[in-house]
């Protein structure tokens, strides 16, 4: 990796923290494969920003493991190598507990719990034969908070912590870092569902100390970095991306019952 080319596998490409990555490792001159659920906006994205020959689209439902296992095959195929995987494909909904209807809570740890199980098993390997590799999730801050979706998605992305957490031995040993990424109000069509007007959002800035939303940029500025040789020394970390919402003091929830 180093500042050299790599080949990464960006899944759930096609729209907001996603796209940005895409957007900024292509601009970069590395190869780039795009997998998502709307094969089509993918497309698009790469006619819009002139993104041939080194950016390929490839259709993909996280929550099936055999579309996951033949998404990972082709890509194999395509790149030779994968040496970073991005895991950003998910779903969100803020709704109250009694509003959960279990096939929401299904559908959404389906994707983003069991889509991210499927997506690291299925690539896993190739990084294994190269003994090298850096695995992204993009998880999210409310997974430590407790705010900014419902039930469901907190507790998917907890989950996310765990899966993450556990792999870091058995990955380690073959050179293969994995992260999380946790952002927390990132401007997306995600942000839009849940803080649908302006007013809201203007309000939102301000309980962030560092006065605005955060940008996708902001996230792929990390991915870049965990991408490289140089950052190799982080490994199992949970960095959470917020402009210092999470623990700017009594005015939010505080972290895990401890202060630190
Ligand atoms: N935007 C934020 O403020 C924010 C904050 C914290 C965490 N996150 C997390 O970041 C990740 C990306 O969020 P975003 O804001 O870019 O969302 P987004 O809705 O803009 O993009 C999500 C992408 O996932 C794809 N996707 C959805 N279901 C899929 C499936 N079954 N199979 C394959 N692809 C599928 C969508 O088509 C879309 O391209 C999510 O995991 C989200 O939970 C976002």
Known sequence: ?????????????????????????????????????????????????QLEPNVFSFEVDVSSWDSVKSMAKKVKETLGEIHVLVCSAGITKSLKLQDVE???????????????????????????????????????????????????????????FGLMRSLVPELGQYGININV????????????????????????KKRIPIGRLGKPSDISSMVEYLSKEESNYIHGQILVLDGGRTYQGKKEIVVCNQHF
């Open 1 to 49: 990796m180093g500042n050299k080319i790599c080949n990464i596998l960006v899944i759930g490409g096609a729209a907001g923290i996603g796209k940005e990555i895409v957007l900024d490792f292509a601009q970069k001159g590395n190869k780039v494969a795009v997998a998502d659920i709307n094969k089509a906006a993918v497309d698009q994205l790469i006619r819009d920003h």
């Open 181 to 204: 990424i946790a952002p927390r109000v990132i401007e997306s069509q995600m942000l839009d569902v849940l803080y649908p007007t302006e007013q809201a959002k203007d309000e939102l």
């Open 102 to 160: 279990w096939s929401l809570w299904k559908k959404t740890m389906e994707i983003n719990l069991h889509g991210l199980f499927y997506s690291i098993k299925s690539v896993a390997p190739y990084m294994m034969e190269q003994k090298r590799g850096s695995i992204i999730i993009i998880g999210s801050g409310s997974a430590i908070t407790g705010s900014g979706g419902g039930v469901q998605y907190y507790a998917s992305k907890g989950g996310a």
